[in-house]
């Protein structure tokens, strides 16, 4: 049975940083691309961050150079570092774990799906 448990979520001031991250289990975690999806109070899920099984890595534009993904293979954990963030970055921040190898941007290229945590950013 696969999991995916994220942590680290929180409440931060505007220009501030917070980090979250999943750890994952019940699959071998180095052979898929795994994904950061966010959702906003009354909006669609949206895609946030991805990172294929080689470590190439793909980012919605609103995030670009200021959140990094990364991965660690030996503690089947991947991560999302997030700077300079912003009130617009509040929701809840979903980890996903790839069909594939691939890191996609689409939810259905995502087999499993982690609980959510909470990131709020105060103006």
């Known amino acids: 049975q696969v999991q995916l448990v994220e942590s680290g979520g929180g409440l931060v001031q505007a220009g501030g940083s917070l980090s979250v991250s999943c750890a994952a289990s019940?699959?071998?975690?180095?052979?898929?691309?795994m994904g950061w999806f966010r959702q906003a109070p009354g909006k669609e899920r949206e895609f946030v961050a991805a990172?294929?099984?080689?470590?190439?890595?793909l980012y919605v534009d609103s995030v670009k150079g200021r959140f990094t993904i990364s991965r660690d293979n030996a503690k089947n954990t991947v991560y999302l570092q997030m700077n300079s963030l912003k009130p617009e970055d509040t929701g809840v921040y979903y980890c996903?774990?790839?069909?594939?190898?691939?890191?996609?941007?689409?939810?259905?290229?995502?087999?499993?799906w982690g609980q959510g945590t909470q990131v709020t950013v105060s103006s």
């Open positions: 996903a774990s790839g069909r594939t190898h691939i890191a996609t941007r689409t939810p259905s290229d995502y087999a499993y």
């Open positions: 019940g699959r071998t975690f180095s052979s898929y691309a």
């Open positions: 990172i294929s099984w080689s470590s190439g890595t």
